[in-house]
């Protein structure tokens, strides 16, 4: 087994954090559909296939170090918002989440001299600057265009 029981037990950890954003992201591109936002639900609907393609990375990399998969029960996603900033705020805050867990699982891999871990979660602990970037500036055009103008950041989406 090419895998500590420690970091075995944190990846499956993360597995079924992994997937409760897949569904948490789903609610919420739900929401924005609802709302008549087809770009942001469009990007959140896109966000939860990510998250889903996450968990499956760690699924496989335990796997094949010889590790036990246990996928973890996976909490109920919120299920509603008051507003497009809540949800927005909500997405920013649980990546930042998101990022300091793939750092404690890299700092355990580097404790443990696990070079296989090491490189198989530097992807993620990139992937997360990329994320908390993205989710920091969508908080922000919805912040610069209030409640009240959210068809503007309609018109942002369709420029990325």
């Given at each position: 087994?090419?895998?500590?029981?420690?970091?075995?037990?944190?990846?499956?950890?993360?597995?079924?954090?992994?997937?409760?954003?897949?569904?948490?992201?789903?609610?919420?591109?739900?929401?924005?559909?609802?709302?008549?936002?087809?770009?942001?639900?469009?990007?959140?609907?896109?966000?939860?296939?990510?998250?889903?393609?996450?968990?499956?990375?760690?699924?496989h990399y335990v796997v094949e170090?010889?590790?036990?998969?246990?996928?973890?029960?996976?909490?109920?996603?919120?299920?509603?918002?008051?507003?497009?900033?809540?949800?927005?705020?909500?997405?920013?805050?649980?990546?930042?989440?998101?990022?300091?867990?793939?750092?404690?699982?890299?700092?355990?891999?580097?404790?443990q001299k696990d070079y296989a871990?090491?490189?198989?979660?530097?992807?993620?602990?990139?992937?997360?600057?990329?994320?908390?970037?993205?989710?920091?500036?969508?908080?922000?055009?919805v912040q610069s265009a209030g409640?009240?103008?959210?068809?503007?950041?309609?018109?942002?989406?369709?420029?990325?």
């Amino acid at each position: 087994m090419l895998i500590s029981k420690e970091l075995n037990a944190a990846m499956n950890e993360e597995i079924g954090l992994e997937l409760f954003a897949s569904h948490q992201y789903l609610n919420i591109a739900a929401y924005f559909e609802r709302l008549a936002l087809k770009k942001l639900a469009k990007m959140f609907f896109k966000q939860a296939d990510e998250e889903r393609e996450h968990a499956m990375k760690f699924i496989h990399y335990v796997v094949e170090t010889g590790g036990t998969v246990e996928v973890p029960q996976v909490a109920a996603p919120k299920p509603g918002f008051a507003s497009v900033e809540e949800a927005i705020k909500y997405s920013l805050d649980w990546e930042i989440e998101v990022t300091n867990r793939c750092n404690a699982i890299m700092t355990i891999a580097v404790d443990q001299k696990d070079y296989a871990a090491q490189d198989f979660m530097r992807w993620f602990v990139t992937e997360q600057v990329e994320e908390v970037s993205t989710m920091q500036t969508l908080l922000q055009v919805v912040q610069s265009a209030g409640e009240r103008n959210l068809f503007m950041l309609e018109a942002y989406l369709s420029h990325e």
